[in-house]
C-alpha cells in the first residue's frame, strides 16, 4: 500500500507536468478548499489557533477566510514540491531575493549559518536557495512513515541541490556542516514536545525548539530568518532577514526572540503559514523555561 500510494502520487505529479502552471495552481487550491470542509478535525485546530494568535482583533469571517487560504496554501504547497524538475528549467526567471546581503554577511564570519525557517509561503521552495547561490546546505527533516514517499521527497529535495539531514541524530551532522561553514536549515514553528523550552508565541506559552540557539550560543554560528513567499502562481520571492544577536543572550532569550520574528512574518502574509498544526498544547508540570 506504501508503494502503490507513493507510486500514485508520481503519477499524478506526472500527469500535471503537461499542464500550465496557472491551471495547476488553480487545481490544488481548489483541492485545499475542499480539504477545508472535509477535514473537520484539522479545520477546528486552524480555526481554535487562530483564535489564539488573533483574540477579538479579527472577525470570525475574516479568520474562516484566512483558515480556508492557509489549507490552499498547504495544498499548493505539497503539489509543488512534486513540480521541481519542471520548476528547475525555469527556476532563475521565477524566483528573486530581498536582502540577500545579509546571508553574505553571515557566511563572511566563517563559521557557518543557522537558516531560521518555518511553514510560511512556499516552504519546500526555500531549497532552490542553495540551486541559484553557491553556499551548500542541508536541512532537519523528519521523516514520514511511508519509506517510498520518504525517499521521493529527499531526492527532490537533492535536485534543489539540498542535503537531508534526518531528525534522529541530526545534531552531529548539523555540526559537521556548520565547521565546514556550510548552512543548516531548522524548523522553528512546530510544537517541540518533551524536548523543546516553553516561550510565548502570540502571546501564549507553546514548546518551542532551542536547537537553533543551542547551536549559535555554543558555536558562534549566526542564525538568519528566512521565508520562501509566493507573490503569483509559479513566481517566489526568498526573503533574507538580517541575523540574529547571540551574543550576550541566553537560550531561552534567543529563542523567544526567534519567536517574535516569525510571529511579524506571519501577521504579513497569515494565509501563507500552516494554522492546522497543533501549535498550542496545555502546558505539563515541571516544564523548562
Known amino acids: ?31 485545499g478548499g475542499l480539504l477545508y470542509f472535509v477535514l473537520i478535525f484539522r479545520r477546528k485546530i486552524a480555526l481554535k489557533n487562530l483564535d489564539t494568535a488573533f ?31 519542471r520548476m528547475i528549467r525555469r527556476a532563475r526567471s521565477c524566483f528573486g531575493f530581498s536582502n540577500y546581503h545579509f ?10 549559518v543557522i537558516l531560521a525557517i518555518s511553514h510560511l509561503g512556499s516552504w519546500e521552495y526555500l531549497s532552490f536557495l542553495p540551486y541559484l547561490q553557491k553556499p551548500r546546505w542541508s536541512v532537519i527533516v523528519k521523516d514520514i512513515r511511508n519509506p517510498y ?24 551532522q548539523a555540526v559537521r556542516q556548520l565547521k565546514q561553514n556550510h548552512g543548516v536549515a531548522i524548523l522553528i514553528d512546530q ?42 502562481p509559479g513566481f517566489y520571492t526568498i526573503e533574507i532577514h538580517e541575523s540574529v544577536p547571540a551574543e550576550g543572550s541566553s537560550e531561552s532569550e534567543l529563542t523567544q526572540r ?13 494565509d501563507q503559514w500552516l494554522w492546522a498544526h497543533r501549535r498550542w498544547k496545555p502546558m505539563p508540570a515541571g516544564i523548562r523555561q
Open 191 to 232: 510544537w517541540a514536545g518533551g524536548e523543546g523550552i516553553w516561550k510565548f508565541f502570540f502571546g501564549h506559552p507553546t514548546s518551542t525548539t532551542s536547537v537553533p540557539a543551542r547551536l549559535a550560543l555554543r558555536f558562534g554560528s549566526p542564525i538568519v530568518p528566512a521565508y520562501c513567499i509566493r507573490t503569483s
Open 258 to 270: 526567534l519567536n517574535r520574528l516569525l510571529e511579524e512574518q506571519i501577521k504579513r502574509y497569515p
Open 103 to 112: 546571508l553574505e554577511q553571515a557566511f563572511a564570519k566563517g563559521r557557518g
Open 1 to 31: 500500500m506504501d508503494y502503490l500510494l507513493s507510486f500514485m502520487i508520481r503519477s499524478a505529479a506526472w500527469a500535471l507536468s503537461f499542464l500550465p502552471f496557472s491551471l495547476v495552481a488553480r487545481l490544488a487550491r481548489s483541492a
Open 55 to 85: 483574540g477579538h482583533s479579527l472577525p470570525a469571517k475574516e479568520k474562516r477566510r484566512i483558515a480556508r487560504r492557509s489549507f490552499q496554501n498547504m495544498t499548493l504547497s505539497a503539489t509543488e514540491l512534486f513540480m521541481v524538475p
Open 149 to 172: 514517499l520518504n525517499r521521493n521527497i529527499n531526492d527532490l529535495r537533492r535536485m534543489m541541490t539540498v542535503n537531508p539531514i534526518p531528525k534522529k541524530d541530526s545534531i552531529k
